[in-house]
């Protein structure tokens, strides 16, 4: 007889059962009555437990997150430098994001307001409702999150969440933002809780923060002295009853990095009716089921109860987060069960995996566009700046200068070429830089950067190559190649700190894991000490490193990172500790050829432009300044405007003299630069306009002079206007 031939059907076993009635089950119905009703119950309070968890997971989450933007902005140049004029116009722009949307403002470590940027929450009261933040940031020098404070009017009550500014290695000033409370009610009811439930945040001053029910009538206020009587230790259950008069049962959970509670109530009729439901159902079936199958025998009780347990087990396995194990019960049904609770259970644990992966993609994506937007406005001042300081020099250097002077101004001007580098860097992590993309044979690119990469590895350390890929293309920025492949070995180098090997291995793939289509994968491994998992899970983030102070920017792998995705590519590492790591940047391939170098024209002489009046448009004085001297001294006439009106006004009283326009793309606060030159073509429309920019999204763009651009860029742009106007006429 076969193993399926000794299954019985669950109907077939209770017919048996009615037949060999031998005891009458009434004990062991009620038992389980007692059981399930008992497991019910405690289902119901592990169901409130885990909401109050997410809850407070939640807030701790909201609040590093804003902790998290702060730190970033502590690190922009103007605070770094001590320039909180420059910082000022900073903050402004900031508070107009969602995660600053309630102010920014700047405190010394005594907690005096240096400069504010007003927001949506009141800032009535500051430095007082604050302090209890700044004292805590000055001594621990982590972020901290304040108590809830009213500012005199509760419809403006808000959280100061604050962060540390350290310049030279010292803590300089204090960074905080306000978090209204109306944006913690918003967090609350997105966790969707049963309409009868009530859940509130607590701060450690014991007031309530938010409460998804009623928070007009209650944010502010004490939270009730009997429930603040159950809070001992991090966690636990209370039964009171609330603000509401209702008497309730519920939850708590105190947040380590905060202090503050979470909580949630319910009706204690709520918890106790379904349990009571169920056993007034269950307590009638089993009359029912003893007036029907009085005397059921011991042996069809055994082949009934343990194919339940073996069952109950395996469900009882899922909830844990594990796959159970299939085993046969003898009961054909319930044998399907347990093998449908199996596939269940590798499916809950394919999707929380699926979950997780997409929740830390999710959350990746988000770092680097903050990082990304910050960066963009950050490159924009400074180019900024640098065009001043390379049009000054400049026109320095033309000048009669003894040989102390010229060589000075050459090293300005060479500090200004670092600093447009500098800045295309800092696009390029924060992934804005507009790449100069070609068709590029990998493995000829990998092999021109041997020397320099041995140069950096140091003697000790010697490369090795595995190439499988011949002549395989793709189509990158090889500057930002040859860069990330320059950070990998560094990263290599010292993570070895001493003796090891550096190897490249090239292979291609049919359908790449993270790229559609046909790709290359480029591995470089080094046989130093490897990453944990919490060091490896952050390794792509803007300035995360585990270096030594002054030993390590964090930007090494974020750069290639931005490389790999603005190149449609993925990268992705592989370490364990003692293992050494891998690098593999996967790119997808390309049938285009590489362009055959030509042997460039040189340049034209500077053009004479003698006698030609240029109207010259900037809302930044020292640009136009600059834009003004390098014009005036080839002949140049130069009419200035500070925005599109002025320039627009100029025009009307001098169209036919004006021989072409010169304007910035982005001027806040009025007209921009692109609606200005579509109005100078209805008023002028034989006047050209060139637009000059300083903004990320305008790096790549052919008919734009982007800035720092040298005053021999300047003229030969003037020059080719004024030639296209001519040919046009």
Partial sequence: MTARSREFSLKTLLLLALLAVSLPPAVL?????FKLAASQEATLEAGVRQRVDAIATATDRYFDSVASVLQAVSMSISLQRGDLGAFRTTAQALVHTDALAGGLALLSTTGSVLLEAPGSASTDGLEADARDAVGEVVRTGQPAVSN?????DLRNAAVAVAAPVFRNGALAYVLLTLVPAAELDALLRGQHLPSDWIAALVDQNGTIVARTRDA????????NAEFMSHVIGESGSFTNVNLDRVDVYGTFRKSPETGWLSAIGLPRSSLVAPVQHSLAWLIGGSVMVLLVAVGIGAWATRRIVAPVRLITAAAHTIGEGHVPVAAPTGVAELTEIGRELVKAGERRREAEAAERKTAEQLQGRQRMETVGQLAAGVAHDFNN????LNGNLEMLEREPLSPRAARLVSAGLRAVTRGDKLVSQILTFGQRQMLKAEPCDIEAQLSGMFGLLQTALGPEIPIKHDFAAPGAISVVDKTE????????????????????VFRIATSLAANGANVAGPSIRVAFSDTGAGMPADVLGRAFDPFFTTKEVGHGSGLGLSQVYGFARQSEGHVALESELGQGTTVIIELPLSFRKPATITEEAPGRAEPSLIGLTVVVVDDTPDVLDVVTATLEAVGCTVLRAANGAECLAILSDHCE???????????????MGTELVGRIR??????PAVLMSGYAQHQNDNDVLRKPFSSRM???????????????A
Avoid: W
Wanted: glycine share 8%; aromatic share 4%.
């Fill in 714 to 728: 300047l003229l030969n742009a003037v020059q080719a206007a004024t030639r296209k106007r001519g040919e046009r």
């Fill in 481 to 500: 190649f040859d860069r990330a492949i320059l950070n990998i070995a560094i990263n290599a180098r010292d993570a070895m700190n001493g003796p090891g």
């Fill in 657 to 671: 003299r004006v021989a072409v326009v010169l304007t910035d793309v982005m001027m806040p606060g009025g007209m």
């Fill in 216 to 223: 007009d009538r209650f944010v502010g206020r004490p939270a």
């Fill in 29 to 33: 119905a009620g038992s389980v009555v």
């Fill in 682 to 687: 209805e008023i002028c429309p034989n006047v």
């Fill in 148 to 152: 809830l404070y009213a500012s005199h």
């Fill in 385 to 388: 700046l640098l065009m001043v």
